[in-house]
């Protein structure tokens, strides 16, 4: 009888067990990232469908609620106060080579989540008044203010994912090209160096970057800046 022969190796079962659950487990981890990235897209391309909550986006000193009855001067400059602090935050990553090594998806192009929140920036800054009284009507209010929770949703959803991964699309040899770059930009970018080793690292860095990371125009221009004013201080 088949079934006493197996229980005579009941001891196999128990790993066996570990195995099937672990791997269910991982599965169930997969569907799930899967669905989270399904819902903050969906959340990003409709977010007062979804309910989404803008407000928890915002600084404590900002106030991004309308009067019922229309808006104020205070409103408009409280609204261009959180989209310079989006600015802000975006430019952290497009003048810091470092940060872009670190979270590559902030500038990859080929990632919906960044194009969402390049968009969404694009939008808020053609909508951005010079000062309160160019906005003359409600509806031009309104655009503007939902102009700028988008892009604050949009950016925080994009960078929230490029934390989360962080360099997790490359394999192993890209990596350590990252690492290598990485320690390069530090030696660029080091008072201590010389000027001959600072402009031999910039140029390694930029060699180990190709092919795996586009440096927007302005993150390379800043870089040059910064390892010119040092060489040239140094002399």
Known sequence: MVFPEILGYWWVLFPLGGMVAGGFKALSANRER???????????????????????????????????????QADVANIKVEHD????????????????????????????????????KRDADALRPLDGAEISAKSRWDDYRNAVNAYVVAFEVAEKEAHRIKDSAFNEDERQRLGTARKLVKIAENDAASPAERQTAYKRARKELD???????????????????MIDGSK
Request: hydrophobic share 45%; proline share 6%; aromatic share 8%.
């Open 34 to 72: 899967v669905h989270q990235r399904k819902i903050e897209m969906y959340r990003l391309q409709h977010p007062e469908v979804a309910g989404l909550d803008v407000s928890a986006y915002k600084p404590a000193a900002v106030e991004l609620s309308a009067p019922e009855d229309g808006y104020s």
């Open 211 to 229: 092919g795996l990371i586009v440096l927007p125009d302005v993150t390379l221009a800043a870089l040059e800046q910064k390892v010119a004013r």
């Open 85 to 120: 602090a989006v600015n802000k935050r975006w430019l952290s990553y497009e003048l810091d080579v470092a940060k872009l090594i670190d979270f590559p998806m902030m500038s990859d192009v080929r990632e919906p989540l960044t194009v969402a929140f390049l968009r969404a």
